[in-house]
C-alpha cells in the first residue's frame, strides 16, 4: 500500500462512515494516533474508534499527498461534515479543549470543518501506523 492508495480508502471510510473499511486499511495489529495522546491499536479498537463518524452526516473530504518516500507517506486532508447529534457536538468540544461555542436552545448543529495532516508507515500492503495533527472549528455561517 501506498500514502496514495490509503488516503483514497481513508477518504471512502470516512464518507461512507464505515468503521469495518477503515480498519481494512490497517494490519491486524496496526495503530492510529488520532491525537498525539490517543493511540487506537488493533483493529478491534480502530473500529470502535471510528464509529463515531457513524455520528456525521453529509461527510466530504478532500486530501493531498505531500510526500511518498519507501514505506512512508504524508498527506494533507481536509474534512467538513454536518454534526447529527448532540452527543458528538459535545464529543467534539471536549476534544478541542475550547469548550463549546454559543448556543441557544433549538440553534441548528453546526457544520465542522477540519484541517489536518497525516502520516502513515506502511508495511506487507497494509498501514502499520497512522498519525494524525488536526484542528477543527464550526464552519462560518
Known amino acids: ?11 471512502a471510510a470516512w464518507e461512507a462512515r464505515d468503521p469495518a473499511l477503515f ?3 490497517f494490519q ?6 488520532n491525537t498525539p495522546f490517543q493511540v487506537q491499536a ?11 463518524v457513524q455520528l456525521q452526516e453529509d461527510v466530504q473530504l478532500s486530501y493531498e499527498v505531500l510526500a511518498s ?20 457536538f459535545h464529543i467534539w468540544a471536549r476534544s478541542t479543549g475550547t469548550g463549546l461555542p454559543p448556543r441557544k436552545p433549538g440553534d ?7 484541517d489536518g495532516m497525516l502520516q502513515a508507515t506502511f508495511s506487507n500492503g497494509l498501514c502499520t501506523e497512522a498519525r494524525i ?6 464552519q462560518a455561517m
Open 1 to 11: 500500500m501506498s500514502i496514495e492508495n490509503f488516503m483514497a480508502g481513508y477518504k
Open 23 to 25: 480498519a481494512a486499511l
Open 28 to 33: 491486524e495489529d496496526g495503530s492510529y494516533h
Open 42 to 52: 488493533g483493529r478491534e479498537q480502530l473500529v470502535a474508534y471510528w464509529r463515531r
Open 69 to 88: 518516500q519507501g514505506k512512508i507517506g504524508l498527506a494533507h486532508w481536509h474534512v467538513t461534515y454536518q454534526v447529527a447529534s448532540e452527543e458528538l
Open 108 to 114: 441548528p448543529l453546526p457544520r465542522m470543518v477540519l
Open 133 to 138: 495533527w488536526w484542528h477543527s472549528m464550526p
